[in-house]
């Protein structure tokens, strides 16, 4: 599979989204964007099935003939947790559920097959975005291998992308009375912050989120999530400040450079804003909501041409994205 049909998913995914946004409580098109979500799973659940069948081959091959391949994880979530090192053999304060106890090593040192073959299942489908799946895989691990911090670090990382809020500060909170590793708190903050920003419960996020860049300045999340929860509560010079981070980082991000352009309308730069939109759209011709802000800022400017055509382009897109 090409890298760009899993773009194209997810990009249909996004699409469906903002259409759920959109469509509010009216049941005619609710179901019609169930239906195109159905299908967007049938289309990954056979990706998954080859990867599936691929792995369970891997497995009988190295038992047949006698062999082990190292166990690599995904580049990806090797970025996130690429600081992270093993735990020393102290112990530390537990709650009162967990009694005193040494700590397994953070990095996969399982001797239990299954476990291994769990963990990596694990992390195949937080790759494809299938928390679900995700999930029943960690807490198989997680039975397995009870005092692994790493499986419960992910399993509580999938409860929050699932939006399952009590799970997730269960595990998240158990990783924290588990370790003092400032990368892996910086992770698990960055999750809380997300529960929190779900529940728009915005100080509460802003104190974790300020809490990662402080273990970790280099986490680039924290600081779109930072930027992000700054703009709802409406301090637009330290949201822009915190996506000028991000854009450091990732210069081609569609999402970094829009959110700057709304940051700047905010904040009465409409020239500079204008610059962020443009780049927005360019990256991500796709998306109607650039093209609908790109008609606001040109309309605010009495160029009436150019905003019915940024206007013209976001009904065709969102017509496209209907049909």
């Not at 899993?6 to 259409?19: C, G, P």
């Not at 369970?56 to 600081?83: G, M, T, V």
Request: with cysteine.
């Amino acid at each position: 599979m090409k890298e760009q049909d899993f773009s194209k998913i997810f990009a249909d995914l996004e699409r469906v989204e903002k259409e759920l946004i959109k469509v509010g409580s009216n049941q005619e098109k609710r179901q019609a964007c169930y239906e195109r979500l159905l299908e967007l799973r049938k289309r990954m659940d056979r990706y998954v099935e080859h990867w599936l069948a691929f792995e369970e081959k891997i497995n009988k091959l190295q038992e047949k003939y006698d062999f082990l391949l190292p166990d690599e994880l995904p580049e990806s979530f090797l970025q996130a947790f690429n600081s992270v090192m093993s735990e020393t053999e102290d112990s530390y304060d537990q709650t009162q559920h967990f009694e005193e106890r040494k700590l397994t090593p953070m990095i996969m040192p399982l001797e239990n097959e299954a476990s291994i073959r769990s963990f990596r299942r694990g992390l195949g489908f937080m790759e494809l975005a299938m928390m679900d799946e995700a999930i029943a895989e960690f807490r198989e691990v997680v039975s397995q291998e009870p005092d692994l911090i790493l499986a419960h670090l992910c399993l509580g990382v999938a409860y929050t992308e699932r939006g399952n809020a009590d799970e997730a500060m269960r595990e998240l909170r158990l990783v924290q009375a588990l370790t003092k590793e400032p990368q892996t708190n910086a992770i698990v903050h960055n999750a809380l912050g997300n529960l929190y920003a779900d529940k728009e419960c915005y100080d509460n996020a802003l104190q974790e989120f300020e809490k990662v860049v402080e273990l970790d300045p280099d986490f680039s999340a924290a600081y779109f999530n930072l930027g992000a929860v700054y703009y709802n509560v409406g301090q637009y010079h330290k949201s822009f400040a915190a996506f000028e981070k991000v854009k450091e980082k990732f210069p081609r991000d569609w999402e970094v450079y829009f959110y700057l352009g709304k940051t700047l309308r905010k904040l009465k730069n409409d020239e500079a804003a204008l610059i962020n939109l443009l780049k927005a759209f360019h990256l991500a011709p796709h998306m109607p909501f650039i093209a609908f802000e790109l008609g606001l800022l040109y309309d605010q400017f009495g160029e009436t041409r150019k905003a019915l055509e940024y206007y013209y382009k976001a009904r065709k897109l969102f017509l496209e994205q209907e049909g």
